[in-house]
């Protein structure tokens, strides 16, 4: 069974269950809250502090007793990231999937509404930071707002945010392994913690700037042109969706605008969009239609049932057929 909820939903749940707090035997500092994942939905806690004037941390370690869905609408974002130790969220055509080796930043502004995905019995344990955009703006005065791009880019308002989904670094993963083990209590841990989290935003701003690929033009997209962009969304969830030239012109942007939307708006390039979101449409088919492989393959644009086979098993990690085989869920 596949529980479905809004975001409004999913936090009166959260309300809920945390209205009369329970006992626990986690220690907690006074700057710090526990919550409880709604015993409904699973097992689990997030711990949630703030660590500065708008500046807040959350340690989150829960379990879903079924395959769990949130759909979230358009809305205001401040600056965010998420690094997981274990888990993934997955995640609809707006966005790509993310834990394990991906991480996710995310500038403040407009977010796109969007459905995210979380698998039963799959532990999920990550931190995530939240920061207010003018918590930033402080570290970018006027006459030096020129040499850092990579950060002002994080911060918008009225605009359609940036993300970004970079590999986690060794360096990373060992600085959030101290978060999650802190040594020290009271203001002491407070400290620590806040100077750990902006540790983490600074490798993470050093690596999207070395990377140039992943980083957009901090011209920001018109209304006129992500609608563009959402219509060539549109086209290629078409059978038989155009190459790329031919689709910038039906759309009526460049090549290179239309690349460079995608990245903005959905994380990924135009190819990489189309192959998600082809992987997808054939884990849909293969669970829940009757239907052959080799069909399965051509209705998702794949001529040759070996590449399909292959890149099915690179995206999920299974083969089509092991897929074809599992248990269908009760939608």
């Known amino acids: ?105 995310s500038g403040s502004g407009i977010a796109p509404g969007f459905t995210s995905k979380y698998k039963k019995s799959e532990r999920m344990t990550c931190i995530n930071v939240e920061i207010e955009p003018e918590v930033l703006a402080g570290f970018l005065p006027r006459e030096t707002e020129q040499i850092a791009p990579n950060l002002k880019l994080l911060i918008k308002e009225n605009e359609w945010k940036t993300s970004f989904y970079p590999d986690v670094t060794l360096a990373m993963q060992v600085t959030v392994q101290q978060i999650l083990n802190s040594p020290y209590q009271g203001v002491t841990r407070r400290l620590y913690l806040q100077a750990k989290v902006f540790e983490l935003l ?22 006129d042109t992500i609608a563009r962009i959402y219509h060539a969304r549109d086209i290629l969830h078409q059978n038989n969706p155009p190459a790329m030239m031919e689709l910038a012109q039906l759309v009526g942007l460049s090549d290179r605008k239309l690349q460079r939307g995608f990245r903005e708006l959905f994380g990924t390039t135009v190819f990489g969009y189309l192959h998600h979101h082809r992987m ?52």
């Open 1 to 105: 069974m596949t529980i479905i909820l809004s975001s409004d939903d999913w936090d009166e749940l959260w309300c809920q269950q945390n209205q009369n707090p329970q006992s626990h035997s986690i220690l907690l500092d006074e700057f710090e809250t526990l919550n409880e994942l709604p015993k409904c939905l699973g097992l689990g806690y997030c711990r949630g502090m703030k660590l500065s004037p708008g500046v807040y941390l959350e340690i989150c370690d829960y379990e879903f007793h079924n395959d769990f869905v949130i759909k979230t609408p358009v809305h205001n974002h401040l600056v965010q990231f998420e690094i997981f130790s274990s888990g993934f969220i997955y995640c609809d055509e707006v966005y790509p999937n993310f834990g394990g080796k991906r991480f996710y930043l």
């Open 202 to 223: 600074a490798m993470q701003l050093d690596l999207i700037s070395a990377d140039q690929g992943q980083i957009s033009s901090s011209v920001p997209l018109k209304p």
């Open 280 to 331: 997808e449409q054939a884990q849909i088919l293969l669970r829940y239609r009757d239907m052959q492989v080799s069909e399965v393959a051509h209705a998702v644009g794949y001529s040759h049932l070996g590449h399909f086979t292959e890149a099915f098993k690179r995206k999920f990690g299974i083969t089509p057929k092991q897929c074809q085989l599992r248990k269908k869920s009760t939608l």
